[in-house]
């Protein structure tokens, strides 16, 4: 019997690439592990609730599906929080951070396609009264930030 910690250390483990593409992923993942896929799917709900899991999805590369830019904007840090929030609300972004640094908020903004982000990154400096640094990918890296989380 596969215990609830080695099942959510195989999941974490064993799928952080090669997830099945098949219209019922989770079932293919529970034939795999020998257990039904509503453990599957109650353990990767229960990691992503303890935050051990942010998503379970696909990685696209980059301007593959839709256009995509790194920005920045130079923000007094007694406004920052109240920008960030105003670029938050941006559904176009999908997150931001501060950093140190004069270019002190950072966020990535994606859209349909190039003319769409350029018509964001200009509403948003329009709403929040700060210019936007954009940023475009010029060369593509992949990373594979995949980890062993075994000792042994």
């Known amino acids: 019997m596969t215990t609830r910690k080695d099942l959510e250390c195989r999941l974490l ?3 952080q690439s090669g997830f099945p593409l098949v219209s019922r ?4 993942l529970a034939a795999r592990l020998a ?6 799917i109650e353990t990767l709900r229960a990691l992503h609730d303890e935050g051990a899991v942010s998503r379970v999805g ?4 980059p301007h593959t ?6 920005a920045a904007m130079s923000v007094p840090p007694d ?3 109240a920008v960030a929030a105003l670029v938050s609300a941006c ?3 999908n997150h931001n951070y501060e950093r140190e640094h004069r270019l002190n908020l950072w966020f990535v903004v994606t859209a349909a396609d190039r003319a769409a982000v350029n ?3 200009r509403d948003i400096a329009a709403r929040t009264g700060f210019s936007v640094v954009d940023l475009p990918l010029e060369k593509a890296f992949h990373i594979d930030l995949g980890f062993s989380l075994r000792w042994n």
Do not use: K, R
């Not at 992923?25 to 293919?28: K, L, T, V």
């Open 13 to 15: 483990d064993e799928f």
């Open 25 to 28: 992923p989770f079932a293919a």
């Open 35 to 40: 257990c039904s896929e509503d453990m599957v």
């Open 58 to 61: 696909a990685v696209i590369a």
């Open 65 to 70: 599906a839709g256009f995509s830019t790194l």
């Open 79 to 81: 406004q920052l929080e």
């Open 91 to 93: 559904p176009e972004v």
């Open 119 to 121: 018509n964001i990154l």
